[in-house]
């Protein structure tokens, strides 16, 4: 089955600086990779998702590239405001046709710091 | 458009007891997935629902099964409960279920004593 590992596991930046999250995934059939953030308390939200036929994707300062080849996605986020403070997950769908079916990384705790 | 519900919010029971969740999908969605989030194990996959019909399923012993009604709602039920069954359960909802964008709900956090 689908593995994916998640990198750091904890993250400190600065406010205003940059956050890159790295995600691989070992499932060549995987075609959908979403990222979500959890607060605290709280349910995982999704921020924004890549499709396999896509190699980056951009929200505002919100950013996702996917190499197929090398099998790894990336989440980049600019600009880092407090309230980006959260775990972020990625994931893979190796959807099997229709069925979903996400396999989770760890999670990376990101602080970001006045 | 209301998001995915999920309830009841917050459970406690014994072990060897049984347990009913519910979960109601943002309208219009036919896909429901369910997982599972402990502090060990991180975010696990129990199983999807499509159309009444359980399209996929993970890694996790019969005790835990689910079941999809015409409407859409899913329900999973975990029987002879084991301390490790504590964990926050949450469902997902997605229009078509694989490569669509999946909502979750904001789980039922479940404590077996």
């Known amino acids: 089955g689908e593995n994916v590992e998640q990198h750091p596991s904890t993250l400190s930046v600065q406010e205003g600086d940059s956050a890159v999250i790295k995600c691989t995934y070992s499932?060549?059939?995987?075609?959908?990779f979403p990222w979500y953030k959890q607060e605290l308390g709280k349910r995982p939200q999704l921020i924004i998702d890549i499709r396999s036929n896509v190699g980056e994707k951009k929200d505002q300062r919100i950013a996702v590239t996917l190499n197929k080849t090398a099998k790894h996605f990336s989440l980049h986020i600019t600009e880092t405001q407090p309230e980006d403070s959260a775990v972020y997950f990625c994931?893979?769908?190796?959807?099997?046709?229709?069925?979903?079916?996400?396999?989770f990384g760890t999670g990376t705790r990101l602080q970001v710091t006045l | 458009k209301a998001g995915v519900t999920q309830t009841p919010r917050y459970l406690i029971k014994t072990r060897g007891q049984q347990v009913t969740l519910s979960c109601s999908p943002i309208s219009g969605h036919r896909s429901v997935s369910w997982y599972q989030q402990t502090p060990g194990q991180g975010l696990q996959f129990l199983f999807e629902y499509f159309s009444e019909t359980q399209r996929n399923k993970g890694n996790f012993p019969g005790r835990f099964s689910g079941r999809q009604f015409s409407n859409s709602r899913s329900e999973m039920n975990v029987s002879t409960l084991e301390l490790g069954d504590s964990a926050l359960y949450l469902c997902a909802s997605s229009w078509m279920g694989g490569n669509t964008e999946a909502f979750f709900g904001q789980g039922t956090r479940l404590t077996v004593v």
């Open positions: 499932d060549s059939a995987s075609n959908y």
């Open positions: 994931a893979a769908d190796d959807g099997s046709g229709t069925a979903s079916k996400l396999t």
